[in-house]
């Protein structure tokens, strides 16, 4: 069956003003509002719609992390996943060890596509799935805004910072989803009472013989540098005069 | 040990990009590095020329094939990795070419990849942002892991040119690159106005600007003070201006001498592309507006009156 996995994390939701612990040693997440990051979402529809439009036959979602991460598989599922693989694992899962899991995944799944976000809002990293792409010797297709399947072959447009950019890749590929590519569905409640009743299987990052790896210490975090507070000007005319005096025109 | 840095050059095939330029300085931070620059093109005599004059550069290392052409990361990658062996460091900029084609050579060769460097504390040590820039981290890395970076525009400076030139040394690319992956188009608007990545100012319309017509206001008064134009989220999925101009988190980060936001609410993900701005501009009818927390110099009012005042005051 032609199948596509996606892989989905869970951050903390975007709207969340995050705050730096006082000791330096991490951002304050008890209590917080955790989502499937948004680029995820947008991978997940994507992927809901080609099956929709019968381009593929399965949807499956994927992911990597500590035993709360079932809460958005959950919400992958209510949104049209037919299956879940959760890959349990505490710590810092860093890129390399998330693609390597993947990458097991993808050898047992054999995907036509693997859709992944192109970074995860916590983190920020923006690597797993050129990491993927690379482990698996696939095409990568990053920063999609457009995806066409056309046989053995996809043809994507990237957001690339001189417009827009199309390459065909073989298939199976590797993308990466850009905020413009879709708008995901919002959920309906019958659809969270189904969502119960999908499989959702548990694997260990053991089990898969994939050894958890830290290449990089956490050594501090610390919150960013505040601007100066500014000032209100009254005018067109106040400002344009402000800005000549700081010699900005 | 000190540092051996592999610099990968970003270029169009003729002119290298200056996010070339700003890799090199930093790093040029790491203590007592050696720097050697990696270009791979069809034909890179002129790109391999401009980035053996910049200052710090040891030593060019050019790779000709005709499927370098195009920058694809899978091509790219493995003649990158190639040459991989004797480097401490492997740097790239957090562009889109960049940030595509770094973390594939971290995958091939299974090193951490530290994105978005903004600071350089030791040859182990790097600060980067997170959380849309909402937080500061530091990392580590193991001594004598290599590194593969992403070296954040916003937050060093380019390198200057000077006068003589490294030695610049042809390197053949030895195993056929793969064929899974063809470039088939890029659609760029291309404008007159400077580069959005280096001008030193900016004006930015969301939302408030309506249409695509109605950015013509700002286009008008950018022409008149030299500025490129900048694009919130909201406007560029509104149409009313294409990706390549969105500002922000998933957009350019961005440090102009000057900003100016026009009709723009001022969310995380928009001010994390312009915190590096030297002065930030707010112009909002609603005072209330977040973008004016981080604003020097705010006015409150309705844009359609205020930037054609602003244009016939500069004019
Ligand atoms: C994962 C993720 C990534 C994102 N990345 C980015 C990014 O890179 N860049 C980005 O910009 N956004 C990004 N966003 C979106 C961001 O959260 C905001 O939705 C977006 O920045 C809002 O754009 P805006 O300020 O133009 O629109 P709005 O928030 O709608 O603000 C419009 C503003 O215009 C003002 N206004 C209206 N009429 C007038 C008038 N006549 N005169 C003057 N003022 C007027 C209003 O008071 C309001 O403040 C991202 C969101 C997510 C979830
Ligand atoms: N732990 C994980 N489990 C599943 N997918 C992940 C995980 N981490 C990252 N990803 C995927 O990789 C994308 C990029 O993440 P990152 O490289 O961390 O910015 C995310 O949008 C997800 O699609």
Known sequence: MKRILVGIKRVVDYNVRIRVKPDGSGVVTDGVKMSINPFDEIALEEALRIRERGAAGEVVVATVGPADCQQQLRSALAMGADRALHVEAGGVIEPLTAARALLKLVEREQPLLVILGKQAIDDDNGQT??????????????????????????RVTREVDAGLETLEVDLPAVITTDLRLNEPRYVKLPDIMKAKKKPLETLTLAALGVEVRQQLKLVRFEPPPQRQKGIRVKDAAELVAALKQKGLL | MSARVLVVAEHDGARLNPSTARCVSCARTLSGAEIAVAVCAASPGAVAAQAARLE????????????????????????????????????????????????????????????DIMGVESATRFRRPIYAGNAILTVEAAEGVKVVGTVRMASFEAAASRGDAAPIESVAVSAPPPTHTRFVSVSAAGSDRPDLQTASRVISGGRALGSAEGFKILYSLADKLGAAVGASRAAVDAGYAPNEMQVGQTGKIIAPELYVAVGISGAIQHLTGIKDARTIVAINKDGEAPIFEVADFGLVGDLFEIIPQIEKLVG
Not at chain 2, 74 to 83: F, G, M
């Open chain 2, 56 to 115: 710090g550069v040891q030593r060019v290392l050019a790779l000709e094939h005709p499927a370098n052409a195009h920058a694809l990361a899978a091509v790219l990658a493995p003649q990158i990795v190639a040459l991989a062996g004797p480097f401490t460091h492997l740097l790239g900029p957090s562009t889109t070419y960049g940030k595509d084609l770094m973390a594939r050579i971290a995958g091939l060769l299974g090193a951490p990849q530290v994105s």
């Open chain 1, 129 to 154: 799935g050129q990491v993927l792409a690379a482990l698996w010797n696939r095409p990568q297709a990053t920063y999609a805004s457009k995806l066409e399947l056309t046989g053995d072959s996809a």
